[in-house]
């Protein structure tokens, strides 16, 4: 059996090393590739192809939501672990939201981190679960705001989006409102990054 092929991404070089480590010395794990920026991590993702992205959620020079979406969008088969000090309900639901596998707080002990990995890369269910179905999130939006998501996720401005559905930007940044609260984010950029893995075709009808 191969081992799992994991990249790990956090800005601090010594937590980073730690989580490297750890992996290393399990069985069935090899850490491939290490990133201390986005940017660096979405270019060593695309070099080595990755089955588990491990990453932090905030970094110097992004968030980790914009390396999920980018996994999302070209490594479809990859499973990616959210591994953070900010274990709070807003950045649980947006790693979910932009479809993280799981979520665990850097609390987690060694075995924990371990597990989740082995967790991530078969797919299987676990109590850190938090992949929410896509179907289950469009469903708290009406047709106009599913649209709109869409556009947003194009990046779209609101007044472009306005010209498009024929409606004011105010109306259009009312829906927004809308769209943030009933998904649980708090940013635009986040709604975007839910959105980009998404084929536009899926928020229609």
Same mark, same amino acid.
């Given at each position: ?32 590739? #290490? ?30 939501? #914009? ?57 299987? #269910? ?42 004011? #930007? ?36």
């Amino acid at each position: 059996m191969n081992n799992v092929r994991v990249l790990v991404l956090d800005d601090h070089e010594v937590v980073r090393r730690g989580i490297c480590d750890i992996l290393d010395r399990a069985d069935g794990i090899e850490v491939v590739a #290490e990133a201390g920026t986005v940017a660096q991590a979405v270019r060593r993702a695309d070099a080595v192809r990755p089955d588990v992205v491990l990453s932090d959620l905030r970094l110097p020079d992004g968030t980790g939501l #914009e390396l999920i979406a980018h996994v999302r969008r070209t490594l479809p088969d990859a499973h990616i672990v959210v591994l953070t000090s900010y274990d709070d309900d807003e950045a649980r639901s947006a790693a979910r939201t932009a479809g993280a596998d799981m979520f665990l707080p850097k609390t987690a002990g060694s075995q924990q981190v371990v597990e989740a990995v082995r967790l991530a890369a078969t797919g299987k #269910e676990h109590g850190q679960h938090i992949r929410v179905r896509d179907d289950e999130v469009l469903g708290r939006l009406t047709p106009m705001e599913r649209r709109v998501v869409e556009l947003v996720g194009q990046g779209l401005a609101n007044r472009e989006i306005g010209d498009e559905l024929g409606i004011a #930007e105010k109306t259009v940044k009312n829906h927004v409102t809308s769209v943030l609260s009933k998904m649980g984010l708090q940013r635009r950029t986040q709604v975007v990054a839910w959105a980009t893995r998404r084929h536009a075709a899926s928020f229609r009808g």
